[in-house]
């Protein structure tokens, strides 16, 4: 191809456009010319683009001109407020639309689109946006406190199926209720009155039920520990009772049964049958008046769950 000379450019006019000297390579290496449009911007535009360019080609601003013809005569709008925009006059803004420059009732002077104007997408400078959003953070003004963070907390191991604990909360069904979900005083209101402290940690009295104010409760973390649900390497279907495989010198009395008291484990014997081991631990329980932990088999007097 026949390098283009800069000399067969220099001066000449390329529709609405006038081509002053040659000016670098883009980032690509190719020439660049330094114009200027007939509305006074200076530009950098290729040489092979001046050379097969048309009689409308500009800086853009006679596409800029065409578009507002759309929406017909522009001064009609200028002075007149939408929403909390008021037009001032037409915009040079080289995008791509029709944009007015406009003052809005904050008093910030900026270009809007007049399309977005018009039809309400646009209704301010952004501050509008800004102060809705404000005020629903201000609503409780309580998202620094440490409740706070604890409702976020739950609702994150209900819902985030991301989170790393949603396999034992979300994703066994557990829900956190419509009453706390969509507001924070609510779930705020009922730990103040239900005797939280930030030593306390909030603990499901049944431990497969949801997060509700009927079933949840502030409790320390000793309590808590006690009120676990079955872990699912347990065989024998109780809390406390564990099953001693092939271990010599246990065949007649497989079953283990323990209890754990502020980290100490206290044996309390082996068992024919799981049965008999959990009645001996719930009756321990009962003796110590240990009732952060629960009963299986056994009621508080010493007789029989119904069903067992």
Avoid at 87 to 112: A, H, M, Q, W
Wanted: proline share 2%.
């Amino acid at each position: 191809m026949k390098r283009l000379d800069i000399k067969d450019f220099i001066g000449k006019r390329f529709g609405h456009v006038i081509c002053l000297e040659e000016s670098g390579k883009d980032n690509n290496g190719i020439r660049m010319a330094l114009c200027r449009c007939d509305c006074g911007k200076l530009f950098r535009k290729r040489l092979s683009t001046l050379k097969y360019s048309n009689e409308n080609f500009s800086c853009g601003c006679m596409k800029r001109k065409s578009t507002r013809t759309l929406f017909g005569d522009i001064s009609r709008y200028i002075g007149k407020t939408y929403n909390q925009i008021t037009i001032l006059g037409l915009s040079n803004n080289p995008k791509k639309g029709t944009f007015v420059y406009g003052r809005c009732s904050c008093g910030k002077e900026r270009d809007f689109l007049l399309s977005q104007v018009l039809a309400g997408k646009l209704k301010s400078c952004g501050c509008l946006q800004r102060k809705c959003c404000g005020e629903i953070n201000k609503t409780h003004d309580k998202t620094n406190t440490d409740l706070y963070k604890r409702w976020q907390e739950m609702k994150r191991r209900c819902e985030n199926k991301n989170c790393e604990e949603f396999k034992n909360y979300g994703g066994r069904g557990i829900k956190l209720c419509e009453e706390w979900k969509h507001d924070f005083d609510n779930f705020y209101d009922w730990a103040i009155n239900n005797g939280f402290d930030k030593t306390l940690t909030i603990d499901r009295i049944d431990v497969d039920g949801d997060y509700t104010p009927d079933n949840c409760r502030w409790v320390d973390c000793h309590q808590q520990s006690t009120n676990r649900r079955l872990k699912s390497t347990n065989v024998t279907g109780y809390t406390g009772v564990s099953l001693y495989r092939n271990k010599k010198g246990y065949e007649d009395k497989p079953y283990h049964a323990e209890i754990t008291i502020r980290g100490n484990t206290i044996s309390l014997g082996n068992y024919p049958t799981p049965l008999e081991a959990v009645i001996i631990r719930d009756n321990y329980i009962i003796k110590h008046n240990l009732w952060e932990y629960k009963l299986q088999v056994l009621n508080k007097d010493g007789t029989m769950k119904e069903g067992v």
